[in-house]
């Protein structure tokens, strides 16, 4: 069975600063991986996925992800960083023909001016 | 237009009462998904159907009763409410396997048991 883990409950950057979210997968072969972000009081929107090829996937909002199979990362970047980032980041893997999405305990990011 | 929808998003209720969510979708998924989140948000499944077949079912009390009547309608209804029950309830969609494809996921219905 799959798993994830997000060491880091909460990160606070500043404005500005880059961004790196911590994210560790557990699966046999190659996952399905995802990073979603929940603003409060919303649900989770999808930044980016990979499946294969290119181990640097490119997401929406500035954001980006690398598939590291040798360490089972798929850790999330942004070089600078927004207020409006604040939000809760969730990352999940699934597995090939599987029906579940695994999601970890997410990692809270706040902005400070 | 929005995707994912889920009524009510909000909803406080006593012990003991009978209560439901519903979700519908149109985005013309084949799978629909419930999800509790905790107070740690922590994102957990509860009931996947795909073309209205229950197709995942965790360890979840059989207090909680899913509904599909359709690809486009998941409702959840809850009996017997417990405390432990409060959590924000999530719906989702995709195409397909759920492993493999983006979710689309609703705002969330905040239930409150008192």
């Known amino acids: 069975a799959q798993s994830v883990t997000q060491p880091d409950i909460h990160i606070t950057v500043s404005e500005g600063a880059s961004l790196e979210l911590r994210c560790n997968y557990s699966?046999?072969?190659?996952?399905?991986l995802f990073w979603y972000v929940q603003s409060p009081g919303q649900g989770l929107q999808l930044l980016l996925k990979y499946f294969s090829g290119d181990t640097l996937v490119q997401g929406i909002k500035g954001f980006e992800a690398e598939f590291k199979r040798s360490q089972s990362s798929f850790n999330l970047r942004k070089p600078s960083v927004h207020w409006s980032d604040a939000a809760e980041y969730f990352c999940a893997v699934g597995a090939t023909g599987g029906f579940k999405t695994i999601f970890g305990a997410g990692t809270r990011l706040f902005v400070k001016a | 237009d929005t995707a994912v929808s889920q009524t009510p998003k909000y909803l406080v209720t006593q012990m003991g009462n009978d209560k439901s969510i519903k979700c519908e979708q149109n985005?013309?998924?084949?799978?629909m998904y419930w999800y509790k989140q905790d107070s740690k948000k922590f994102l957990k499944i509860m009931f996947s159907?795909?073309?209205?077949?229950?197709?995942i079912n965790e360890t979840v009390p059989n207090r909680f009763s899913p509904k599909s009547p359709d690809k486009a309608h998941l409702n959840l209804h809850i009996n017997s409410l417990e405390l432990g029950d409060s959590a924000v309830y999530f719906c989702?969609?995709?195409?397909?396997?759920?492993?493999?494809?983006?979710?689309?996921f609703g705002q969330g219905t905040r239930l409150t048991v008192v």
């Open positions: 699966y046999g072969a190659t996952p399905y």
């Open positions: 159907y795909n073309n209205k077949e229950l197709i």
């Open positions: 985005l013309g998924h084949d799978t």
């Open positions: 989702a969609s995709s195409q397909g396997r759920g492993g493999q494809t983006e979710a689309f």
